[in-house]
């Protein structure tokens, strides 16, 4: 077996629309083409061996063990893989379900197709499955210490690229009220919403976290006194840059014990609590001393009483925490080091982070912390006797949190709002020192020790003991009070041909109402009237430049094939679906082989329009207006005719259409029709002559009004919409040469070819048509496109492209003169290869009142050509 080729697919996709997160493993079985699996021996036996939890996987069977069975009774290798790519991902923790495989039109090629929680785990996973199935097929079972490592690499991919904990909370409940989200690139920070409605978070930081609170916060000395200033209790303490003052500062906080503590310092580094002695002292204010940076060090009145974290979101606190430092518990029978271990096996704790608990790690701290308590790791410990291995109560150095956000005493929940106040900060994490947080700190003699910025949120969501609290939910209704949007408009353009038209006429109209649209056509990434960049920008990346972009009040997105079936889309669903037409182009790319499979990579646009939207579907072609059925939005049609049945029938039920009617383009809603403007007067239809034009604005009429754009917008966008040579190079650029006309446009498909062939049939003098067509297409596509010019032109010159994309000098032509030949053999036809000298030929010969049609593989070269020839306009008619 071999893989050749993997994809990651990020959004609604050709394979599911619900499931965004899939890997495609392209697979070539090779020699287990025509093996499936009940005719390799001793494959069942060594599977159920190797991995026993198949026994979960349904399958088809419906039922445990279906998978199974079915692997013993018969199946092909790739459906094997795609199931141990799935469990293996559930053996380590990422939750997976859904699967696909399916065969390629290149025997014993197949597509396998799995969900994925990480990208990378998830990729790994096919690598993995591969492996162990070509080792059970090759050895009847895969070492035991193979699947280990597999395992184990699987957890630590998991892990790196995870979000941080707090973040991940933040995004999950973004989720759950369909905020969207995306990471960016810089800074581990994450979007939440699109466009100008976007927030953005850094772990517990937002983007409405003032610098001055959070500065603040991390100013352990400026907080106290800001604090103290407010008659906030904090503890008396002084700070000082000299050991020589250390004498006279435990004498200003009142004598032992106290604390010392690296004025800059965080997660516990450094500091040394309930010192009682003058050697201790010495000892701590030199460790303290160390880990500052600038060598000033606190000291403090040591307060007695437990650690508790308070958590004050947008004003109002959301959960309480009670914090105990790493500790064992005796049982008389067991030695501190043994219960360490003990501890360390529950599953919760992990290394750093990744975990709701940290592992307890004996090091020189907790030494000296036993050692002060008269222990030591030998000690056995009378049964419930508590030692501790840690002074202070960070869960990263193997402390636990009980939650006491319902015991808090209202006192205490007053002063914790105003603290976060005081010192300006959205989102507060307070640490409170206090015997008992039920009662009131003034009565207990607790203080705040310190505020802290970016606050963890891990204790509170997955506490050791107690409830879990949701803090999450304040946050997303700080940053999106309820009401307030999320999203912008997305309108997303997808079909064979007019995408780009459509798109930017679309974007066109909807400035008129004077919002700032974002879009990305095949030509560039456009903001308002600024280009942002060239090239072909029809992909999810530059989907995503519009939708990240702050300024952006409407995204309208031109959706092509290629990026749908690379990595799906950009966004999850859209408001209005636009699907102009499926025809015959680019099959046999990218597993998509006949034009059935293509109107279900198409649909997927119309499939993710949410249910307040509209998808907009062409009722002229059938493949489009099929996808009606799968759609969960609402439906609205165009069409060049009113008579059309699907219309009609729409019309009949109080349907949205918009119908080509008596020279006009025309709304039509049940009984009403609202028309928008005279195709001669919309310049894009060169005077109505261009049918084809008129329904790719059509569907931007209908699209905008769907939206709710005013009609008379969209009158004001159709008449001022130009597509000249400078817009829309190579699409229906039309020059007056005086005695003739020439005609430009990139038209490369049989349907482009009827589209232009619409326009120019409509031309009163001779037509002459300068053809070819891309050396990559199937020889039936490029008869047909003979075929098509024999029907539309007079007169007919065919060149061929510089770029042969692998086929003969002259094979081209031939085809396409097969073509021309079989639909009319007395046409007059000749075959001028060189694309320049073809189109000077037709140039100087087209004849008086003539139109000579140009379909080049280079653009700008024809328009050249032609400008050398002076035209008095490059204006439509
Ligand atoms: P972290 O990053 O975990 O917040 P830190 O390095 O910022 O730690 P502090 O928050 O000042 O340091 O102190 C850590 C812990 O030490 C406190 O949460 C508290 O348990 C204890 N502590 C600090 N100062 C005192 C004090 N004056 N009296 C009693 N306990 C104290
Ligand atoms: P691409 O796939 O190259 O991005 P596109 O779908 O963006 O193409 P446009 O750039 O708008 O399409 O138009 C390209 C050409 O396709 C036009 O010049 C014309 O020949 C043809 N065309 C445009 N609209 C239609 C249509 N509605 N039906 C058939 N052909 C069309
Ligand atoms: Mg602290
Ligand atoms: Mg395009």
């Known amino acids: ?138 050895r009847g079972t895969y070492a035991q210490e193979d699947l280990a490592q597999d395992l184990t690499d699987l957890r630590d991919l998991k892990a790196n690229s995870a979000l941080g904990p707090s973040t991940e909370t933040i995004v999950t409940e973004a989720e759950a009220r369909k905020i969207p989200w995306m990471t960016l690139s810089a800074r581990a920070m994450v979007q939440l919403g699109y466009g100008v409605h976007q927030k953005r978070i850094q772990a517990t930081l937002s983007n409405l976290s003032g610098i001055l609170g959070v500065e603040l916060a991390c100013d352990k000395e400026g907080t106290k006194t800001m604090l103290q200033d407010s008659g906030i209790p904090v503890p008396k303490g002084t700070t000082i840059q000299f050991f020589e003052d250390l004498e006279n500062a435990i004498e200003d906080v009142g004598g032992f014990p106290i604390v010392i503590k690296p004025l800059d310092g965080n997660h516990g580094r450094g500091i040394t609590i309930d010192i009682n002695s003058w050697d201790h002292a010495e000892e701590a204010y030199d460790f303290a001393s160390k880990e500052s940076k600038t060598r000033s060090v606190i000291i403090e009145r040591y307060y007695k009483g437990s650690d508790h974290r308070l958590l004050v979101v947008n004003g109002k606190l959301v959960a309480v925490s009670q914090r105990i430092p790493a500790h064992v518990i005796g049982d008389n029978k067991h030695t501190i080091e043994e219960l360490i271990e003990i501890t360390n096996q529950d599953p919760n704790r992990g290394e750093g982070h990744d975990n709701v608990l940290t592992k307890i790690t004996v090091d020189k701290t907790s030494l000296s912390v036993l050692e002060r308590q008269g222990y030591s790791l030998n000690s056995i ?180 094939r290629g990026g749908i079936l690379r990595s799906g889309l950009a966004f999850d669903t859209c408001d209005v679906g636009i699907v102009l037409n499926v025809a015959a182009d680019h099959l046999g790319l990218g597993d998509i082989n006949t034009i059935e499979q293509m109107a279900k990579v198409k649909s997927v646009i119309a499939e993710v329009v949410h249910p307040d939207g509209y998808a907009i579907l062409n009722a002229d072609d059938p493949l489009v207006s099929a996808m009606a059925e799968r759609v969960k939005a609402k439906v609205a049609y165009f069409s060049m005719s009113p008579d059309n049945p699907i219309i009609e029938n729409h019309l009949r039920r109080g349907g949205l259409a918009a119908v080509y009617e008596n020279g006009y383009l025309s709304i039509l809603e049940g009984h009403q029709t609202l028309r928008i403007e005279e195709a001669a007067n919309i310049p894009m239809t060169m005077g109505g002559m261009a049918p084809f034009m008129i329904a790719n604005a059509l569907a931007a009429c209908l699209a905008t009004f769907a939206q709710g754009v005013d009609i008379e917008m969209i009158r004001q966008g159709v008449r001022t919409f130009k597509a000249s040579v400078n817009q829309t190079p190579g699409r229906m650029n039309l020059f007056n040469l005086g005695d003739y006309h020439a005609l430009v446009d990139y038209a490369h498909n049989p349907a482009g070819y009827e589209a232009v062939g619409g326009f120019v049939r409509n031309w009163k003098g001779e037509r002459l048509g300068v053809v070819g067509g891309p050396g990559d297409r199937r020889d039936e596509d490029l008869i047909l496109l003979g075929k ?85 306009s490059d204006d439509n008619l």
Not at 96 to 116: A, I, K, L, M, Q
Not at 853 to 858: A, D, L, N
């Open 788 to 872: 098509i010019a024999a029907q539309v032109f007079n007169r007919i010159i065919v060149k061929e492209d510089d770029d042969r994309r692998g086929r003969d000098r002259g094979e081209v032509a031939d085809l396409i003169i097969k073509g021309i030949v079989q639909e009319n053999s007395q046409i007059e036809y000749e075959a001028i290869l060189d694309e320049t000298e073809a189109i000077e030929v037709g140039l100087n010969r087209v004849n008086r009142g003539g139109l000579v049609v140009i379909f080049p593989e280079s653009v700008t070269r024809a328009i050249s050509l032609i400008q050398k020839r002076n035209p008095i």
């Open 1 to 138: 077996m071999k893989i050749i080729q993997t994809l990651t697919l990020r959004g609604p996709n050709y394979w599911s629309i619900r499931r965004n997160k899939l890997i495609v493993m392209r697979l070539d079985l090779e020699d287990l083409a025509e093996k499936p699996s009940n005719e390799i021996p001793g494959f069942y036996e060594g599977l159920v061996e190797v991995m026993p939890s198949l026994i979960e996987h349904f399958c088809a069977p419906g039922h445990r063990g279906g998978f199974l069975k079915r692997v013993k009774e018969g199946t092909y290798m790739g459906h094997i893989i795609e199931h141990i790519a799935l469990e293996l991902q559930e053996l380590t923790g990422m939750p997976v379900g859904f699967g696909r495989t399916r065969e390629t039109s290149t025997p014993g090629v197949y597509n396998v197709v799995y969900e994925y929680v990480d990208e990378q785990a998830g990729r790994y996973a096919g690598r993995a499955a591969v492996r162990l199935c070509q080792s059970i097929v090759d």
């Open 381 to 560: 410990l009378a049964k419930g006797e508590i030692a501790y291995l840690r002074a202070t109560a960070n869960l990263s150095t193997g402390g636990i949190a009980i939650d006491r956000t319902d015991d808090i005493h209202p006192e205490n929940v007053w002063i914790a709002e105003r603290v976060a106040k005081v010192i300006g900060l959205d989102i507060a994490g307070i640490d409170v020192v206090t015997p008992d947080i039920t009662r009131p700190l003034r009565e207990m003699d607790g203080v705040i020790v310190e505020v802290n910025a970016a606050p963890g949120f891990r204790m509170h969501v997955a506490p050791s003991q107690g409830l879990s609290r949701n803090v999450a939910a304040p946050v997303l209704d700080m940053l999106f009070p309820p009401g307030t949007p999320s999203r912008i408009p997305i309108l997303a353009v997808t079909g064979t041909n007019g995408k780009t038209t459509t798109t930017r006429l679309t974007a066109h109209i909807y400035r008129q109402t004077g919002k700032v649209v974002g879009y990305t056509t095949t030509d560039g990434i456009y903001l308002g009237e600024y280009l942002v960049e060239k090239g072909d920008n029809t992909g999810p990346f530059s989907a995503n430049v519009i939708l990240k972009d702050p300024t952006v009040e409407v995204a309208v997105l031109e959706t092509a």
